[in-house]
């Protein structure tokens, strides 16, 4: 029990030890979707979640848009492997035949996409830390996706964020009006398993960087010994 005062020291480490477990299992998923509905109190939890995400002057941008219907889901899918295609024709050598190997949505795979989207005019026009920072809005966003991915990995479910498609082509899909800026579409649903390594790890398209490779000291590129 917690006396009055208590300061818990970083040694009480159960809490946080649960939250960084949830962070390392986190995974982008693709294959490994089992099909099976979310429960309802799952997924709002999971969307109070992302809703309870911190905003620039708590302006709360988002919206999550759910998309269960196949027809929607299949039109949006056609988009995305056409985009592949695209970047694939980019692509020679070994890079080409890595990236066939690389399985870059789970549309159809999932329970439902949830299309995350950002409206600037949320609390406008005195947003209260936005008027620095034009994206500071945008970043609340990711924060909610975030929030809403590490819940969802809590709840043994899997997200997978499609990233190969046209704004445009979303915003007329989905009705999102002009003045919204559509951020992400996420594959959400139960899984069979989540993967130990990251895909792209796996594939060896990218490694992990070191956390000394991305750490600096005072100023940008100094290091703990300079």
Known sequence: MKTPGHNP??????????????INRRR??????????????VLRR???????APSVGLSQP????????????????????????VFASQLDGERAETFKKIK?????????????????????????????????G??????????????ATA?????????????????RLL???????PVAWLCVGPVRELADTPDLERHGWRQRMPLEDVVHYETYGRGRNR
């Open 104 to 136: 870059v949505e789970g549309i159809v795979e999932s329970s439902l996409g949830i299309a995350v989207t950002y409206d600037p005019r949320r609390g406008a026009p005195q947003v209260l830390g936005r008027h620095a920072i034009a994206d500071a």
């Open 9 to 22: 020291k970083l040694t009480d480490t159960a809490p946080a030890a649960e939250l960084y477990d949830v």
């Open 175 to 181: 009705g999102v009006p002009s003045e919204v800026r």
């Open 46 to 52: 999971v969307l109070t979640a992302a809703h309870s």
């Open 155 to 171: 709840e043994g479910l899997g997200v997978g964020w499609v990233s190969f498609y046209r704004e445009e082509f979303l915003r």
């Open 62 to 85: 988002w919206d999550f848009i759910l998309v269960r219907d196949a027809g929607t889901r299949r039109a949006f899918r056609e988009h995305v492997l056409a985009e592949r295609s």
């Open 28 to 41: 982008d998923v693709r294959r490994e979707f089992s099909g099976a509905e979310v429960p309802e109190p």
């Open 138 to 151: 945008l970043y609340s966003v990711c924060l909610a996706i975030q929030n809403l991915w590490l819940a």
